[in-house]
């Protein structure tokens, strides 16, 4: 069972991380995406969430500091989910649709996130 919470760490800790570095990588699309749902400084939260992002899942991912990192992504997942995936704004099927799919992605993975809380430390194959 051990390896089988390795791989669940690998595979969520393993995509915040690349999304927290996408968030650096592509920072210039992001700013324009983010710029159009009207968030305030949207340079500076494309970067700020790329930082939780990439701390929460490398925390995740190598089992330290695991309050913290858990801590980093729902600091993350709660307002984007809301804010950047706020389906019931949109008007046209297609992008309400797509939004509804990645609001309720991110719930998902709000309750993947909490989950990891209940699970005593230190972990197995942790630093």
Known sequence: MDYLFLISRIL???????????????SEMMTGYTASK???FPKFAVLGTGILLALGGLGILLGMYVQWAV????????????IMHAFWKATEPNMKMMEMIQFMKNLALLGAVLAYLFIPLPWPYSF
């Open 12 to 26: 969520l800790g393993g995509y915040f991380l690349m999304s927290g570095i996408n968030h650096f990588t592509k």
């Open 71 to 82: 801590l980093a992504l729902v600091a993350f997942l709660i307002p984007t989910t809301f």
């Open 38 to 40: 009207g968030v305030p």
